[in-house]
Protein backbone atom coordinates (compact mmCIF):
# COMPACT_ATOMS: atom_id res chain seq x y z
CA UNK A 1 0.00 0.00 0.00
CA UNK A 2 1.61 3.10 -0.66
CA UNK A 3 0.78 6.09 1.78
CA UNK A 4 0.39 9.44 0.34
CA UNK A 5 1.34 11.61 2.92
CA UNK A 6 2.34 14.55 1.46
CA UNK A 7 5.39 15.43 3.15
CA UNK A 8 7.38 19.05 2.52
CA UNK A 9 9.23 19.08 5.17
CA UNK A 10 11.85 16.44 6.47
CA UNK A 11 10.80 16.29 9.70
CA UNK A 12 7.17 15.48 9.03
CA UNK A 13 8.94 12.22 6.97
CA UNK A 14 6.42 9.70 7.80
CA UNK A 15 6.90 5.94 7.61
CA UNK A 16 3.65 3.28 7.68
CA UNK A 17 2.07 2.53 11.36
CA UNK A 18 3.40 -0.89 11.60
CA UNK A 19 6.84 -0.26 10.25
CA UNK A 20 8.95 0.06 13.43
CA UNK A 21 11.96 -1.16 11.61
CA UNK A 22 12.97 2.01 10.04
CA UNK A 23 12.79 3.88 13.42
CA UNK A 24 16.18 2.04 13.61
CA UNK A 25 18.46 3.58 11.07
CA UNK A 26 21.34 4.78 12.45
CA UNK A 27 21.20 8.10 10.43
CA UNK A 28 18.21 9.19 11.85
CA UNK A 29 19.49 9.40 15.43
CA UNK A 30 21.59 12.18 14.46
CA UNK A 31 19.24 14.43 12.29
CA UNK A 32 16.47 15.76 15.44
CA UNK A 33 14.85 18.37 14.49
CA UNK A 34 14.75 21.37 16.91
CA UNK A 35 11.41 23.43 15.51
CA UNK A 36 9.32 21.80 18.38
CA UNK A 37 12.25 22.49 20.96
CA UNK A 38 10.43 25.14 23.00
CA UNK A 39 7.10 23.74 22.81
CA UNK A 40 8.18 20.37 24.52
CA UNK A 41 10.05 22.71 27.16
CA UNK A 42 7.47 24.97 27.90
CA UNK A 43 5.71 21.66 29.16
CA UNK A 44 7.53 22.26 32.49
CA UNK A 45 5.98 25.46 32.90
CA UNK A 46 2.76 24.53 32.69
CA UNK A 47 3.05 20.84 33.95
CA UNK A 48 -0.46 20.38 36.49
CA UNK A 49 -1.66 17.52 37.71
CA UNK A 50 -5.46 17.19 38.42
CA UNK A 51 -5.15 14.15 40.98
CA UNK A 52 -2.90 17.26 43.26
CA UNK A 53 -4.78 20.01 44.90
CA UNK A 54 -2.31 22.53 44.52
CA UNK A 55 -3.53 23.00 40.95
CA UNK A 56 -7.28 21.85 41.74
CA UNK A 57 -9.31 20.70 44.09
CA UNK A 58 -12.20 18.06 42.42
CA UNK A 59 -13.62 18.45 46.30
CA UNK A 60 -14.83 21.95 45.71
CA UNK A 61 -18.93 22.06 45.99
CA UNK A 62 -21.43 23.18 43.57
CA UNK A 63 -25.60 22.88 44.15
CA UNK A 64 -26.11 21.30 40.60
CA UNK A 65 -29.41 20.61 41.45
CA UNK A 66 -30.50 24.34 42.02
CA UNK A 67 -28.32 26.43 40.04
CA UNK A 68 -27.84 26.17 36.30
CA UNK A 69 -23.99 26.22 35.41
CA UNK A 70 -24.42 28.39 32.38
CA UNK A 71 -26.84 31.13 31.68
CA UNK A 72 -29.99 30.12 29.61
CA UNK A 73 -28.76 32.00 26.08
CA UNK A 74 -25.73 29.58 25.58
CA UNK A 75 -28.40 26.91 25.18
CA UNK A 76 -29.95 26.64 21.98
CA UNK A 77 -32.90 24.65 22.64
CA UNK A 78 -33.61 26.78 25.21
CA UNK A 79 -34.09 29.94 22.32
CA UNK A 80 -37.09 27.97 21.20
CA UNK A 81 -40.83 28.83 22.31
CA UNK A 82 -41.69 25.23 22.49
CA UNK A 83 -38.49 23.87 24.39
CA UNK A 84 -38.60 27.41 26.89
CA UNK A 85 -42.50 26.70 27.31
CA UNK A 86 -42.66 22.55 27.94
CA UNK A 87 -39.80 23.47 30.78
CA UNK A 88 -41.64 26.49 32.89
CA UNK A 89 -40.58 24.94 36.23
CA UNK A 90 -37.08 26.05 37.67
CA UNK A 91 -35.93 23.23 38.67
CA UNK A 92 -36.86 21.21 35.18
CA UNK A 93 -35.21 24.03 33.40
CA UNK A 94 -31.95 23.96 35.55
CA UNK A 95 -31.61 20.07 35.16
CA UNK A 96 -32.02 20.81 30.95
CA UNK A 97 -29.73 23.28 31.39
CA UNK A 98 -27.10 21.06 33.51
CA UNK A 99 -28.05 17.97 31.47
CA UNK A 100 -26.79 19.59 28.01
CA UNK A 101 -23.60 20.85 29.76
CA UNK A 102 -22.54 17.24 30.36
CA UNK A 103 -23.72 16.37 26.69
CA UNK A 104 -21.18 19.44 25.75
CA UNK A 105 -18.91 17.55 28.09
CA UNK A 106 -19.08 14.28 27.33
CA UNK A 107 -18.00 14.91 23.34
CA UNK A 108 -15.48 16.92 25.47
CA UNK A 109 -13.93 13.88 27.42
CA UNK A 110 -14.28 11.71 24.09
CA UNK A 111 -12.34 13.95 21.93
CA UNK A 112 -9.75 14.38 24.77
CA UNK A 113 -9.89 10.29 24.53
CA UNK A 114 -8.95 10.69 20.98
CA UNK A 115 -6.70 13.60 20.89
CA UNK A 116 -4.47 10.86 23.15
CA UNK A 117 -4.80 8.01 20.92
CA UNK A 118 -3.84 10.40 17.87
CA UNK A 119 -0.69 11.52 19.45
CA UNK A 120 0.29 8.26 20.44
CA UNK A 121 -0.77 7.13 16.51
CA UNK A 122 1.65 10.40 15.56
CA UNK A 123 4.15 8.88 17.49
CA UNK A 124 4.41 5.74 14.84
CA UNK A 125 4.10 7.09 12.01
CA UNK A 126 6.67 10.39 12.72
CA UNK A 127 10.27 9.33 12.01
CA UNK A 128 12.14 12.57 13.70
CA UNK A 129 12.71 11.89 16.74
CA UNK A 130 11.78 15.68 17.80
CA UNK A 131 8.20 15.44 16.10
CA UNK A 132 8.36 12.51 18.21
CA UNK A 133 8.88 14.01 21.30
CA UNK A 134 6.82 16.74 20.53
CA UNK A 135 3.77 14.32 19.98
CA UNK A 136 4.52 12.18 22.99
CA UNK A 137 4.78 14.81 25.12
CA UNK A 138 0.97 15.81 23.73
CA UNK A 139 -0.10 12.35 24.41
CA UNK A 140 0.88 13.06 28.11
CA UNK A 141 -0.97 16.33 28.61
CA UNK A 142 -4.02 14.47 26.91
CA UNK A 143 -3.84 11.85 29.29
CA UNK A 144 -4.37 14.35 32.26
CA UNK A 145 -7.16 15.82 30.56
CA UNK A 146 -8.93 12.56 30.03
CA UNK A 147 -8.15 12.54 34.15
CA UNK A 148 -9.31 15.33 34.49
CA UNK A 149 -12.35 15.56 32.81
CA UNK A 150 -13.61 12.41 33.66
CA UNK A 151 -13.08 13.30 37.37
CA UNK A 152 -15.14 16.52 36.96
CA UNK A 153 -18.29 14.84 35.40
CA UNK A 154 -17.37 11.72 37.61
CA UNK A 155 -17.93 14.37 40.76
CA UNK A 156 -20.66 16.82 39.39
CA UNK A 157 -22.97 13.93 37.41
CA UNK A 158 -21.50 10.47 38.02
CA UNK A 159 -21.60 9.41 34.49
CA UNK A 160 -20.64 11.01 31.11
CA UNK A 161 -23.57 10.47 27.96
CA UNK A 162 -22.36 8.39 24.65
CA UNK A 163 -20.17 9.80 22.09
CA UNK A 164 -22.34 10.78 19.42
CA UNK A 165 -21.91 9.03 15.97
CA UNK A 166 -20.44 11.87 14.56
CA UNK A 167 -17.72 12.54 16.54
CA UNK A 168 -17.18 9.18 16.49
CA UNK A 169 -16.48 8.04 13.18
CA UNK A 170 -14.33 11.31 12.37
CA UNK A 171 -12.05 10.19 15.70
CA UNK A 172 -12.21 6.91 14.41
CA UNK A 173 -11.07 8.13 11.09
CA UNK A 174 -8.51 10.40 11.94
CA UNK A 175 -6.69 8.25 14.51
CA UNK A 176 -6.90 5.33 12.09
CA UNK A 177 -5.40 7.13 8.84
CA UNK A 178 -1.64 6.30 8.57
CA UNK A 179 -1.43 9.90 6.14
CA UNK A 180 0.10 12.54 8.72
CA UNK A 181 -1.84 15.39 6.96
CA UNK A 182 -5.26 14.25 7.72
CA UNK A 183 -4.05 13.36 11.31
CA UNK A 184 -2.64 17.03 11.89
CA UNK A 185 -5.72 18.91 9.81
CA UNK A 186 -8.43 16.81 11.96
CA UNK A 187 -7.01 16.90 14.71
CA UNK A 188 -4.37 19.63 15.61
CA UNK A 189 -5.97 22.34 13.53
CA UNK A 190 -9.57 21.46 13.80
CA UNK A 191 -10.98 19.50 16.99
CA UNK A 192 -8.30 21.26 18.83
CA UNK A 193 -9.29 24.77 17.59
CA UNK A 194 -13.03 23.67 18.29
CA UNK A 195 -11.74 22.52 21.61
CA UNK A 196 -10.65 26.00 22.28
CA UNK A 197 -13.42 27.90 21.39
CA UNK A 198 -15.61 25.66 22.71
CA UNK A 199 -13.29 26.19 26.21
CA UNK A 200 -13.16 29.95 25.86
CA UNK A 201 -16.88 30.28 25.65
CA UNK A 202 -17.22 27.78 28.86
CA UNK A 203 -14.71 29.50 30.76
CA UNK A 204 -16.20 32.77 29.92
CA UNK A 205 -19.80 31.44 30.92
CA UNK A 206 -19.54 28.75 33.78
CA UNK A 207 -20.70 29.71 37.02
CA UNK A 208 -19.06 26.92 38.75
CA UNK A 209 -15.52 27.89 39.99
CA UNK A 210 -14.21 24.10 39.74
CA UNK A 211 -15.30 23.70 35.80
CA UNK A 212 -13.42 27.30 35.34
CA UNK A 213 -10.41 26.25 36.45
CA UNK A 214 -10.64 23.02 35.25
CA UNK A 215 -11.08 24.50 31.76
CA UNK A 216 -8.21 27.70 32.38
CA UNK A 217 -5.60 24.49 32.77
CA UNK A 218 -6.89 22.66 29.80
CA UNK A 219 -6.17 25.70 27.86
CA UNK A 220 -2.70 26.32 28.71
CA UNK A 221 -2.24 22.77 26.97
CA UNK A 222 -4.04 23.38 24.48
CA UNK A 223 -2.93 26.40 22.78
CA UNK A 224 0.42 24.54 22.15
CA UNK A 225 -1.16 22.01 20.47
CA UNK A 226 -2.96 24.15 17.91
CA UNK A 227 0.45 25.60 17.41
CA UNK A 228 2.01 22.54 16.39
CA UNK A 229 -1.15 22.55 13.73
CA UNK A 230 0.18 25.62 12.47
CA UNK A 231 3.87 24.99 12.54
CA UNK A 232 2.91 22.04 10.73
CA UNK A 233 0.62 24.28 7.87
CA UNK A 234 3.49 27.06 7.58
CA UNK A 235 5.81 24.49 6.47
CA UNK A 236 3.64 22.52 4.32
CA UNK A 237 0.87 24.41 2.59
CA UNK A 238 3.18 27.04 0.45
CA UNK A 239 5.21 23.94 -0.93
CA UNK A 240 1.83 22.29 -2.47
CA UNK A 241 1.44 21.73 -5.95
CA UNK A 242 -2.41 21.93 -6.97
CA UNK A 243 -3.60 18.63 -6.52
CA UNK A 244 -2.11 18.35 -3.52
CA UNK A 245 -3.23 21.48 -2.75
CA UNK A 246 -6.83 20.40 -3.41
CA UNK A 247 -6.38 17.00 -1.74
CA UNK A 248 -5.89 18.99 1.77
CA UNK A 249 -8.33 21.65 1.15
CA UNK A 250 -11.27 18.88 0.32
CA UNK A 251 -9.81 17.03 3.90
CA UNK A 252 -10.20 20.02 5.70
CA UNK A 253 -13.38 21.15 4.36
CA UNK A 254 -14.85 17.32 5.22
CA UNK A 255 -13.71 17.82 8.63
CA UNK A 256 -14.99 20.81 9.57
CA UNK A 257 -18.36 20.17 7.80
CA UNK A 258 -18.98 16.96 10.49
CA UNK A 259 -18.00 18.81 13.33
CA UNK A 260 -20.68 21.57 12.65
CA UNK A 261 -22.67 19.08 12.10
CA UNK A 262 -21.81 17.32 15.56
CA UNK A 263 -22.25 20.07 17.10
CA UNK A 264 -25.09 22.11 16.01
CA UNK A 265 -27.35 19.25 14.63
CA UNK A 266 -30.18 18.45 16.92
CA UNK A 267 -31.01 15.02 15.56
CA UNK A 268 -27.98 13.83 17.53
CA UNK A 269 -29.93 14.32 20.85
CA UNK A 270 -32.97 12.67 20.29
CA UNK A 271 -33.13 10.60 23.59
CA UNK A 272 -31.99 13.51 25.37
CA UNK A 273 -34.64 15.74 24.45
CA UNK A 274 -37.17 12.72 25.23
CA UNK A 275 -36.11 11.74 28.68
CA UNK A 276 -37.29 15.09 29.87
CA UNK A 277 -40.80 14.71 27.45
CA UNK A 278 -40.08 16.56 24.29
CA UNK A 279 -41.03 15.59 21.59
CA UNK A 280 -37.68 15.52 19.26
CA UNK A 281 -39.29 16.00 15.98
CA UNK A 282 -41.58 19.27 17.50
CA UNK A 283 -37.82 20.50 18.76
CA UNK A 284 -36.02 20.24 15.41
CA UNK A 285 -39.26 22.24 13.96
CA UNK A 286 -38.23 25.16 16.35
CA UNK A 287 -34.90 24.70 15.76
CA UNK A 288 -35.39 25.08 11.94
CA UNK A 289 -37.87 28.24 13.11
CA UNK A 290 -35.38 29.97 15.38
CA UNK A 291 -32.50 30.06 12.83
CA UNK A 292 -34.76 32.31 10.41
CA UNK A 293 -34.94 34.80 13.30
CA UNK A 294 -32.65 37.43 13.08
CA UNK A 295 -32.74 38.79 16.96
CA UNK A 296 -32.60 35.02 18.61
CA UNK A 297 -29.85 34.22 15.86
CA UNK A 298 -28.48 37.35 16.74
CA UNK A 299 -28.49 35.91 20.48
CA UNK A 300 -27.35 32.63 19.85
CA UNK A 301 -23.78 34.20 17.79
CA UNK A 302 -21.50 33.00 20.22
CA UNK A 303 -21.88 29.38 19.90
CA UNK A 304 -21.56 30.56 15.80
CA UNK A 305 -18.39 32.11 16.77
CA UNK A 306 -16.86 28.68 18.03
CA UNK A 307 -16.83 28.07 13.70
CA UNK A 308 -15.41 31.24 13.41
CA UNK A 309 -12.19 29.58 15.15
CA UNK A 310 -11.57 26.94 12.86
CA UNK A 311 -12.41 28.57 9.59
CA UNK A 312 -9.39 31.05 10.58
CA UNK A 313 -7.47 29.08 11.18
CA UNK A 314 -7.52 27.44 7.81
CA UNK A 315 -7.66 30.51 6.30
CA UNK A 316 -4.35 31.65 8.50
CA UNK A 317 -3.11 28.85 7.02
CA UNK A 318 -3.49 29.15 3.51
CA UNK A 319 -5.93 25.87 3.15
CA UNK A 320 -8.94 27.70 2.16
CA UNK A 321 -9.08 28.91 -1.99
CA UNK A 322 -11.60 29.93 -4.26
CA UNK A 323 -12.42 26.41 -4.53
CA UNK A 324 -14.51 26.59 -1.01
CA UNK A 325 -14.08 29.95 -0.09
CA UNK A 326 -18.22 29.78 -0.65
CA UNK A 327 -18.79 27.15 1.21
CA UNK A 328 -17.39 28.38 4.46
CA UNK A 329 -18.83 31.85 3.48
CA UNK A 330 -22.04 30.15 4.44
CA UNK A 331 -21.22 30.23 8.27
CA UNK A 332 -19.13 33.50 8.67
CA UNK A 333 -18.23 36.57 7.35
CA UNK A 334 -14.85 35.70 5.12
CA UNK A 335 -13.79 39.37 5.04
CA UNK A 336 -14.36 40.58 8.73
CA UNK A 337 -12.17 37.46 9.44
CA UNK A 338 -9.11 38.65 6.68
CA UNK A 339 -8.91 41.64 9.32
CA UNK A 340 -8.67 39.71 12.22
CA UNK A 341 -4.91 39.03 13.77
CA UNK A 342 -3.37 35.88 14.10
CA UNK A 343 -4.42 35.76 17.34
CA UNK A 344 -6.40 33.00 18.67
CA UNK A 345 -9.18 33.05 20.82
CA UNK A 346 -8.64 31.47 24.46
CA UNK A 347 -4.40 32.82 24.07
CA UNK A 348 -5.17 35.25 26.95
CA UNK A 349 -7.04 32.76 28.47
CA UNK A 350 -4.20 30.35 28.48
CA UNK A 351 -2.02 32.92 29.13
CA UNK A 352 -3.16 33.98 32.64
CA UNK A 353 -3.43 30.20 33.20
CA UNK A 354 0.49 29.71 32.61
CA UNK A 355 0.97 32.46 34.82
CA UNK A 356 -1.02 30.96 37.85
CA UNK A 357 1.14 27.83 36.82
CA UNK A 358 3.94 29.16 36.87
CA UNK A 359 3.90 30.66 40.26
CA UNK A 360 3.35 27.00 41.93
CA UNK A 361 5.81 25.04 39.76
CA UNK A 362 8.57 27.70 40.13
CA UNK A 363 7.92 30.06 43.11
CA UNK A 364 10.83 31.75 42.99
CA UNK A 365 10.85 31.79 39.12
CA UNK A 366 7.35 33.60 39.67
CA UNK A 367 6.95 37.00 36.88
CA UNK A 368 9.27 35.55 34.04
CA UNK A 369 7.55 36.35 30.81
CA UNK A 370 4.89 34.16 29.43
CA UNK A 371 4.46 33.38 25.78
CA UNK A 372 2.89 30.93 23.76
CA UNK A 373 5.46 30.97 21.34
CA UNK A 374 5.52 28.41 18.08
CA UNK A 375 8.83 28.43 17.28
FE1 LIG B 1 -6.67 17.99 25.32
FE1 LIG C 1 -4.98 18.88 22.76
Known sequence: MTIKNITKDAMYDAVAPDDFESMLELDRYNNRSSAFDKIISATHDHFWDPLDKTYIDFDEPFDIENEPLVPEDLIAALQT??????????????????????????????????????????????????????????????????????????????????????????LVEIIGAPEVYKKIIGMQMLVEGLAMGAFATFFNNIRDPLGKKLLQLVMTDEAFHHKFGKIWADRTVPKLDPEEHAIIEDWAAHCFQTLLFNLVSPTQQYDLYASFGLDPEKVIAAFQEVMTDDKRRENMRESANIFRVLVKTLLNAGIITDRTRAFYGMYVDMDELKNEGERMVGDDIAEDGIRYLQAINFKDRAGAPVSIAAE
Open 81 to 170: DYVSNHLSDPKERTRFINTMVLHSFSSILHGEQGALNLSASLCHVLKDQGAQEYAANQTREEARHVTAFAKYIRTRWGRPLECGPVLKDL
